[in-house]
């Protein structure tokens, strides 16, 4: 990662009850519900290349049950269950979360594509003064003019 980004250390309480340590490696989550009682999320993780660490983690809530009366003018209980007050902190914690590295990701990646294009500009300048240096005057000026061209079209890029 690029030195001259720097990231905001930010607190996720219900991340940090839950367990995740490295929130800044947190790359998307998806939410499900398994029966009417539970729900289950799963983080995915952007890990290393040999890191021993897990790609995903899941994650198992209950859904509190809550009886409500069906219809006013009978005696009738209808029972429904709500998602857990706790689960939806996290999963706030994680909208945030995952478009704060959404963004410094996008931004590195511009970063670098920016600093290759200018190493390739480098490098074709080198082979530039070298491949004229070793051929006649004619010929260099047309070799010139590509390079020229070549250039340009990479910094278009």
Do not use: C, W
Not at 16 to 40: C, F, V
Not at 45 to 55: A, C, D, I, Q
Not at 122 to 149: C, H, N, P
């Amino acid at each position: 990662m690029s030195s001259t980004i720097a990231r905001k250390i930010q607190t996720y309480p219900a991340l940090e009850e839950m367990g995740i340590t490295r929130a800044h490696q947190i790359s998307q989550y998806t939410l499900r519900a398994d029966g009417a009682d539970k729900d289950i999320l799963k983080i995915r993780y952007v890990r290393t290349k040999g890191s021993l660490l897990p790609e995903s983690r899941t994650y198992k809530f209950g859904r509190s049950l809550k009886t409500v009366i069906a219809d006013g003018g009978t005696a009738r209980m209808e029972h429904t269950y709500e998602i857990s007050p706790f689960l939806l902190r996290a999963i706030a914690e994680l909208d945030s979360l995952v478009d704060n590295n959404k963004k410094i990701n996008d931004k590195v990646k511009s970063m670098i594509g920016s600093e290759r294009v200018a190493e390739i500009v480098s490098e074709i300048d080198e082979l530039e003064l070298l491949v004229s240096s070793q051929v006649s005057m004619t010929d260099a000026a047309a070799i010139s003019a590509k390079f020229s061209r070549l250039k340009s079209r990479i910094a278009a890029l």
